[in-house]
């Protein structure tokens, strides 16, 4: 990997409240794949004004909690940097979380946004709303890291692809070029002309009612490292709203991370 001239930019969006572990591995492992360098963006949402008595505690707040975060993030930066040899670039911000993460993307164009999923007992992985301010402000590559299914800990991955093979992409392509044979298809929608060969596995599922289920069990079967799908499929389709919630009920059931990529 070379260090001085990384090919790619990688935005990570970490919470250390939320998130789970396995967003700076995936990234990490991303990285290490597309010669990436890391920008990670931690943000600490202060509570509002009203609950203070007034703007010098506010201000002792918001500088008490930046520090504590920066000395955190910088605690498994270190870690990384010492286990990996892999530079990180550290952003530690206090303030509201969706205009912080908007003025980062615009000021950064990062090549991929990586996001990690809430602790929550009833977490929905691309049905939140940081997800979708992402995927409509964002103009590269978003990846929904799993959770215990991390990149990081497999050597070799194998892809997965949602109603045809994304090769128009460059790290698309490198991470074809360096997965294993054969890459596996998913399709859902009728009448997709993707062609086949040799080195594609296609399964049908365009008349399944469960689908996600199916798919799911497909994806453990075929040990899927990383699904893959084009970003018009979950914002213009006609019927995107059934097409996110079966993605939705598959990274679930599988924990398996989600790339997004853009049509371009």
Request: hydrophobic content about 35%; charged content about 25%; some cysteine.
């Amino acid at each position: 990997m070379n260090h001085i001239y990384p090919s790619y930019r990688i935005l990570v969006l970490y919470n250390s409240e939320s998130s789970d572990s396995s967003v700076l591995s995936d990234a990490v492992a991303i990285a290490k794949k597309i010669n990436g360098a890391i920008d990670l963006l931690s943000v600490y949402p202060y509570k509002a004004e009203s609950t203070y008595s007034n703007q010098l505690t506010l201000m002792r707040s918001i500088k008490s909690s930046k520090e504590r975060l920066k000395s955190e993030i910088n605690t498994i930066i270190d870690t990384i940097e010492d286990e990996e040899n892999l530079p990180i670039i550290n952003s530690s911000r206090v303030g509201e979380v969706t205009h912080v993460v908007l003025e980062h993307i615009k000021r950064t164009a990062p090549d991929i946004v990586v996001l990690g999923k809430k602790k929550t007992r009833t977490f929905a992985p691309i049905q939140n709303s940081i997800f979708d301010l992402v995927l409509n402000n964002h103009n590269g590559i978003t990846l929904v890291s799993g959770e215990k299914k991390s990149l990081f800990e497999q050597l070799h991955w194998s892809l997965g692809f949602v109603d045809r093979v994304i090769d128009n992409n460059s790290i698309a392509k490198v991470l074809i070029k360096n997965s294993v044979v054969p890459t596996t298809l998913f399709q859902l929608t009728p009448q997709c002309n993707e062609r086949i060969n040799k080195k594609v596995l296609l399964y049908d599922f365009q008349e399944n009612t469960n689908s996600s289920l199916n798919i799911s069990q497909y994806i453990t079967k075929n040990k899927v490292s990383l699904l893959c799908v084009d970003r018009d499929s979950l914002l213009k389709r006609q019927d995107k709203h059934k097409y996110k919630r079966i993605l939705n009920n598959t990274l679930i059931n599988t924990e398996t991370p989600l790339m997004v990529f853009p049509n371009k």
